[in-house]
T-cell receptor, first 114, second 113 residues
Framework: ETGVTQTPRHLVMGMTNKKSLKCEQH?????MYWYKQSAKKPLELMFV???????ENNSVPSRFSPECPNSSHLFLHLHTLQPEDSALYLC?????????????FGPGTRLLVL | GENVEQHPSTLSVQEGDSAVIKCTYS??????FPWYKQELGKGPQLIID?????GEKKDQRIAVTLNKTAKHFSLHITETQPEDSAVYFC????????????FGTGTRLQVTL
């Protein structure tokens, strides 16, 4: 195991629901990331947090709202999603968010929007 | 921005044979190239990486080569085993930003008995 956990592992939600994804890393890292993985597409970086501060927002729609209360926890709040948002959402962490650092991924949350 | 292309999208080899996956990148400033393996139901796991100051790196049955001039890098797996079956992703990093990896589209490797 990589030390990065994600809950829930599977989530089905309607377009009017509000839900949250949770990520926790037990590696003592200071940078955390959200990625979206869709079929037949490259992994898409969504957000980056360094030392709890958001340093990257890769033009993500506002219906996705990240929260990083501390260096070990990262949330992704979801509201009024669209069916095309169905995907595997991966969380990752790295020691300090520097260039060339290895990123460690969690198992992902598979999201289905009906 | 960086663009990474990966080929083939699927690859089937017999156990014991070698497998080669190729990637090209567009940004000549990229200087770090990791490879990830993703098994069913799991997140990607780093298996090997290479930096732009070397041309080849090997770790047991896996190796990666880098050609900076041509802007391509490859993953080589020798003596393949069924447990090598997975999706493999290459990536390149855009320098100057905080670890913004650009990934290829993945190669599904199937090792048959």
């Amino acid at each position: 195991e990589t030390g990065v956990t994600q809950t829930p592992r599977h989530l089905v939600m309607g377009m009017t629901n509000k839900k949250s994804l949770k990520c926790e890393q037990h590696l003592g890292h200071n940078a955390m990331y959200w990625y979206k993985q869709s079929a037949k597409k490259p992994l898409e970086l969504m957000f980056v947090y360094n030392f709890k501060e958001q340093t990257e927002n890769n033009s993500v729609p506002s219906r996705f709202s990240p929260e990083c209360p501390n260096s070990s926890h990262l949330f992704l709040h979801l509201h009024t999603l669209q069916p095309e948002d169905s995907a595997l959402y991966l969380c990752a962490s790295s020691p300090e968010g520097g260039v060339g650092e290895t990123q460690y991924f969690g198992p992902g949350t598979r999201l289905l929007v009906l | 921005g960086e663009n990474v292309e990966q080929h083939p999208s699927t690859l089937s080899v017999q156990e014991g044979d070698s497998a080669v996956i190729k990637c090209t990148y567009s940004d000549s400033a990229s200087n770090y190239f990791p490879w990830y393996k993703q098994e069913l139901g799991k997140g990607p796991q780093l298996i090997i990486d290479i930096r732009s100051n070397v041309g080849e790196k090997k770790d047991q049955r896996i190796a990666v080569t880098l050609n900076k001039t041509a802007k391509h890098f490859s993953l080589h797996i020798t003596e393949t085993q069924p447990e090598d079956s997975a999706v493999y992703f290459c990536a390149a990093i855009i320098t100057g930003t905080a670890s913004k990896l650009t990934f290829g589209t993945g190669t599904r490797l199937q090792v048959t008995l």
